[in-house]
């Protein structure tokens, strides 16, 4: 069911309170995406048990029904250190054995030799000193980010868009996995971001991970003229961010209003819109949020589907191990649209969307 982001609380009588402009720090990631609108915050009401925006909080339980209980528990979970190994530099295996030289335990992800998940209680600063850190040997990256990468599973030799790419977790991670090499071309990978400061951070990432088939376009990719094409396009598009807050998180209390959902909607529609052009016969798109909101999400790729007729969903194409019921499994929540996919916040997963699409031809 696709619910208003103001819709109606399906719970009785919600607790609120109101919250002015207080200032408060978001715990963030190596590869969040930066949402902070730069406008004054809108004085919003908040559910009193949650410290959310009701207006979320009500959308939430509009769209989910009982699932809803769900994700308010992942928002509240403490998320576990989650980090890949950067192949541009170093082997999975060699990072293991950095890690556990350095009495760092861990876990390897059984649907993906990259991804590691550190014990319960590390810390992100239990890493920062080693030298696999300072030198672009692994990146700390959440689970959930992972996955779209995956998804598209970029191609040797491809022409590869990256539409929102900074910081370049996403990035590297395509340049990793399509790395070329006995004669066979690497991927390319053309990696747009329109904020100076955060392409400039983007060319520092991707200079220490040693992603060097990448070109960066400081630019909106939704204004690249029709005359590019690519073979695989990945749009991790801006969005709300409601699959990645915390109980009583006051950034989330400030800056996710309904003006920001408004704003990175038309975002959105705007970029696949384009994404959808410049892909050529045949290519792949995957469309990706941090946001469990069916607004951001099926109704958006829905809305493109309709623009762009020569455009079909595929299935994720994310390995069988990452979707079945085991402990390290995707937690995935109910969908509105057959052939995508919305992930549970969890101890391990933030929540996020991600679509693929094929281009007929």
């Not at 970029?271 to 951001?296: H, M």
Request: proline fraction near 4%; charged fraction near 25%; include cysteine.
């Amino acid at each position: 069911m696709t619910g208003s982001y103001q819709g109606k609380s399906g719970r009785q009588g919600a607790a609120s309170r109101r919250r002015g402009s207080k200032r408060g720090k978001s715990a963030g990631r190596q590869d969040a995406r930066s949402r902070e609108s730069k406008a004054t915050p809108e004085l919003q009401e908040l559910d009193a048990e949650l410290g959310l925006p009701l207006h979320l909080i009500e959308a939430v339980r509009c769209q989910y029904g009982e699932d809803a209980t769900r994700i308010e528990t992942g928002w509240a979970c403490n998320r576990r250190v989650t980090l890949r190994a950067n192949t541009l530099l170093a082997s999975a295996e060699q990072v293991a054995g950095d890690l556990d030289a350095a009495g760092i335990a861990f876990t390897r992800m059984p649907w993906y030799e990259d991804a590691f998940v550190l014990a319960d209680g590390a810390r992100e600063r239990n890493l920062w000193d080693l030298d696999m850190y300072k030198q672009g040997k692994i990146y700390l990256q959440s689970l959930s980010s992972m996955l779209p990468p995956l998804a598209l599973s970029p191609r040797t030799g491809a022409d590869i868009l990256d539409m929102c790419a900074a910081p370049g977790g996403k990035t590297s991670q395509m340049a990793a996995l399509a790395p070329g090499g006995d004669g066979v071309r690497a991927a390319r990978v053309t990696a747009c971001e329109v904020s100076k400061p955060r392409a400039e951070k983007l060319e520092h990432n991707l200079a220490k991970l040693g992603a060097k088939n990448v070109q960066v376009m400081r630019m909106d990719a939704s204004k690249l003229d029709d005359w590019f094409s690519f073979d695989q396009i990945l749009l991790d598009a801006p969005c709300t961010g409601s699959g990645t807050v915390h109980v009583q998180d006051d950034h989330a209390a400030r800056y996710l209003t309904p003006t920001l959902a408004s704003g990175v909607e038309r975002s959105q529609r705007a970029l696949i819109d384009k994404a959808l052009r410049i892909l050529k016969p045949g290519g792949e798109l995957v469309y990706s949020t941090c946001s469990v909101l069916a607004r951001e999400n099926e109704d958006v790729v829905s809305w493109a589907l309709s623009r762009h007729k020569d455009c079909e969903l595929v299935g994720a194409g994310l390995p069988a191990a990452a979707l079945g019921s085991e402990e390290f499994s995707v937690p995935t929540l109910p969908c509105g649209l057959d052939g995508t996919l919305t992930v549970c916040p969890s101890d391990l997963f933030e929540g996020f969307f991600l679509a693929k699409i094929r281009k007929l031809g």
